[in-house]
């Protein structure tokens, strides 16, 4: 197969495959522009955490500023606010919901590994 058969192929599949979705609102806009844009945010701080790691090209490395993975940090923690508050998430009560999920499951696993041995 080559690329333009491979087109071919899925432009064929595409009208049985296409998801319909529907923003109506401007509230859904917004949920959706602020979800892509964590999505860009997420993607700059793993591109950041290969450049620690020394992960990247050569080309990528000359350019890296490690002090710029700060900025990612918290460009991914305002957006996520922002998509939270868009959404009617209240972040305090999801962090702390989790966090005792968390802590609730490393306690059972310790204990069934503790009563294991």
């Known amino acids: 197969m080559n690329l333009k058969n491979l087109q071919e192929r899925v432009s064929n599949l595409e009208d049985k495959t296409k998801t319909k979705y529907v923003v109506e609102s401007p509230k859904e806009r917004e949920i959706l522009a602020k979800t892509v844009k964590l999505n860009e ?15 990247q090209r050569k080309s990528k490395l000359d350019k890296f500023d490690k002090r710029n993975v700060y900025q990612e940090f918290a460009d991914v923690i305002i957006v996520t606010t922002q998509l939270a508050l868009a959404a009617g998430v209240d972040l305090e009560r999801a962090i702390n919901d989790k966090l005792k999920t968390i802590e609730e499951r490393h ?3 310790k204990t069934e590994t503790t009563t294991d041995q």
């Open 107 to 109: 306690k059972k696993e």
């Open 41 to 55: 945010e997420v993607g700059e701080l793993c591109n950041d955490i290969l450049g620690i790691l020394k992960l």
